[in-house]
């Protein structure tokens, strides 16, 4: 039974971890089911680990591994007392949590096993949550560690219900076994059931991609080698007419003729093919421009929303997203949050950059390489560097009243 392979008395331990990680949270050992807060625990250190990633001397991609491990193995508890005891625990019907209004996506209860489709619309919630981590006021951790069980118990019933596919139908396949019972003996008694292994389905579509390329590959080769034969056929034609001299030369013109003929009509089809490709590229362009007109609208409407709170403190710009949907602290920016930041820098003097909330002066300071980081991030102070393509600041007294003056001015 699964209750004798996973004892709700079960024990485990979360990895040993650096001090900048204790002091956020010292995880303790989870015994059988974890509770809300051990979850929500697991979860904020998670998130300052990701955080601290980038930042030289600060993260490590072993640590936060061992904690992704972890938590997998605390919510794979979690499922397992809720489901256990269900026959078919995919065909359940899976229930998300409320989520707040401010966030545009709403999720509906899912029965049976998800589709594609519902799948992303959890994961989209869940990273349109985490964007507001760090503003207190508008994100509950309980919700967003709801959420994560959420996403990993409907990957499980999909799961299960592939595995239970995949073993009907390799039992289908099988040879049938028999079975006999020598009476009094007890000999041969019992039917021989061989092991089921489910195969690696990201295995499988990587194979079946890769044999769709060399399908491809083979077919652009066929052409290309009829393409040869019939030049190899060509040429051959034009060797039998120079070595038959005495047929009249009106015939060897006429096929000259029709062969630059030919040739002229490729090239009128390769200028028509190269005249389209160019009419095509057009819309590409002004759709791009229309797509980051929309870009930079999102990002003001974000900055409103955050500069509409009240309560922000410094904190609240590690919320503020650029024209891409990326916040400083997300995985895709490659930066460290402006939190951990001002932590590092603070009580350095040439480091100070002072930013204004709701009237109030605060400090965030950040040194010089920094600031060139979040202008770039930013897409401001475009002036201030040296080229396009470097983040040396020409200016760099300007450069920080620039960055500052934004950052005033998101926050309220």
């Given at each position: ?108 209860p899912i029965s049976s096993a ?65 079975c006999t019972n020598n009476v ?101 362009e002004k759709l791009e421009e ?123």
């Amino acid at each position: 039974m699964a209750v004798a392979y996973h004892p709700y008395g079960q024990i485990y331990s979360p990895p040993e971890l650096p001090p900048y990680l204790k002091d956020v949270n010292d995880l303790k050992p989870v015994v059988g089911c974890p509770t809300n807060q051990e979850l929500i625990a697991i979860h904020t250190v998670i998130r300052i680990a990701q955080q601290a990633i980038n930042i030289p001397g600060m993260g490590g991609t072993i640590i936060l591994s061992q904690l992704s491990e972890h938590l997998f193995n605390v919510q794979m508890a979690r499922y397992r007392s809720k489901y256990v005891e269900m026959v078919f625990p995919e065909a359940m019907t899976y229930t998300p949590p409320a989520l707040p209004a401010h966030l545009s996506v709403q999720l509906e209860p899912i029965s049976s096993a998800p589709s594609d489709e519902e799948i992303i619309k959890v994961q989209d919630a869940i990273r349109s949550y985490q964007q507001f981590a760090n503003a207190s006021s508008i994100f509950d951790p309980n919700i967003n560690m709801e959420l994560s069980q959420h996403l990993f118990d409907i990957q499980m019933a999909r799961y299960t219900q592939r595995a239970r596919t995949i073993r009907r139908t390799e039992h289908t396949t099988q040879p049938e076994r028999t079975c006999t019972n020598n009476v009094g003996t007890a000999a041969g008694v019992g039917i021989d059931q061989p092991t089921q292994q489910v195969p690696d389905m990201q295995a499988r579509d990587a194979i079946e991609r890769s044999n769709r390329l060399a399908e491809q590959a083979n077919q652009l080769t066929e052409r290309t080698n009829l393409l040869i034969e019939r030049s190899n056929q060509i040429a051959e034609r034009a060797n039998q007419l120079l070595e038959r001299p005495n047929e009249p030369l009106q015939q060897s013109n006429s096929l000259a003729e029709k062969f630059i003929e030919l040739f002229g009509k490729l090239n009128g089809h390769f200028e028509h093919s190269h005249r389209l490709a160019e009419l095509s590229t057009k819309p590409v362009e002004k759709l791009e421009e229309v797509l980051r007109d929309i870009s930079r609208v999102l990002a003001r409407i974000q900055h409103a929303i955050v500069r509409n709170n009240r309560n922000n403190t410094t904190k609240a710009a590690d919320c503020l997203t650029n024209e891409k949907g990326y916040t400083p602290g997300g995985a895709e920016s490659h930066l460290g949050t402006f939190d951990l930041l001002s932590i590092h820098f603070a009580g350095q003097a040439t480091c100070s950059l002072p930013v204004m909330i709701n009237g109030t002066t605060h400090n965030l300071p950040l040194d010089n390489n920094w600031v060139g980081l979040f202008l770039r991030f930013y897409g401001i102070g475009e002036n201030y560097f040296e080229s396009k393509t470097s983040n040396t600041l020409i200016d760099a007294g300007n450069a920080r009243v620039v960055l500052s003056r934004y950052i005033s001015s998101c926050l309220g």
